[in-house]
């Protein structure tokens, strides 16, 4: 006879998984967003390369401390070395984001103005291919191989971009032209759309700008701090070796260099605080 079957269902496809609060789950899934995203425009990042590299880290924490005889900022620095590289690829990634970001828009005026003379996205890209650069040209050039040799719909195709390299710009752009595609009424709206985009470009620089110059005050500022300080200490004589030698002078040394990384990460985190 017939063995009857068990329905294998599982609660997770019905139930709504939370996000961990937890603060090293974050930080790995940011990392994996991060890589994921980097890796779409080939800069080939490995998971487990960057584990060793963050174990790399830590050990430099390790040794770092040893070499200044200061177990306590081998402590510190054990965690902060990787959360700086951490945040490292998070500003690279953001950065990448807004260099693609500006290309697309870039590269929107120039599809705008070719389709509203010929009423084809297909030939409006193809006119333009040779003034794109990397990533989005590979991406245009999967448009057209997609129409031309596997027959995709153009509307299809053009939505596919999307789904390959996720940004704000991309994601307007693409839906604007599929309803071009499907009526040619949605002209007009295409050239508010690349106005809109244009305006989102302006915002793009001067917030690279403000960034920019927010980290190089910032880094300058704590680079004059610390010399301020190690000419205080040296330069006062038998009154600056005494202090060096007193035991409050190892942890206060730490917790001087730790406060700084935090407020180094913070000025990081607030810099990439932007949404790409």
């Not at 191989?145 to 991309?170: C, F, G, H, Q």
């Not at 307007?172 to 949605?186: H, N, V």
């Not at 000419?231 to 406060?259: Q, R």
Request: net charge positive; aromatic share 12%; hydrophobic share 45%.
């Amino acid at each position: 006879m017939f063995k009857k079957k068990k329905m294998n269902i599982k609660r997770d496809m019905f139930v709504k998984k939370k996000k961990s609060n937890n603060f090293v789950s974050r930080k790995m899934e940011e990392l994996y967003q991060n890589i994921e995203f980097l890796n779409k425009v080939n800069y080939n990042l490995n998971i487990n390369e960057i584990k060793i590299i963050l174990v790399i880290l830590s050990i430099a924490g390790i040794f770092l401390g040893i070499l200044l005889k200061n177990m306590y900022i081998s402590i510190a620095m054990l965690i902060i070395f990787p959360l700086y590289y951490l945040e490292y690829l998070n500003f690279t990634k953001n950065q990448v984001a807004i260099r693609i970001e500006k290309q697309i828009i870039k590269y929107s005026e120039l599809i705008k103005n070719s389709y509203l003379a010929n009423h084809d996205i297909r030939r409006a890209i193809k006119e333009n291919m040779n003034r794109f650069a990397e990533p989005i040209k590979s991406l245009f050039e999967e448009f057209i191989r997609e129409v031309e040799i596997y027959n995709y719909y153009p509307k299809e195709a053009i939505l596919n971009m999307n789904k390959k390299i996720e940004t704000p710009s991309l994601k307007k752009l693409t839906e604007q032209l599929a309803l071009c595609e499907e009526d040619r009424r949605f002209d007009n709206s295409l050239q508010a759309t690349t106005m809109l985009l244009n305006d989102r470009k302006s915002f793009l620089t001067m917030w690279e700008y403000k960034s920019k110059n927010m980290i190089q005050i910032f880094i300058t500022t704590i680079a004059l701090m610390n010399v301020l300080i190690l000419l205080m200490l040296f330069g006062y004589g038998d009154i600056g070796k005494t202090f060096m030698k007193h035991f409050l002078f190892k942890p206060l040394l730490a917790i001087f260099l730790v406060m700084q990384s935090l407020l180094l990460l913070k000025m990081l985190k607030k810099v990439n605080s932007i949404n790409i």
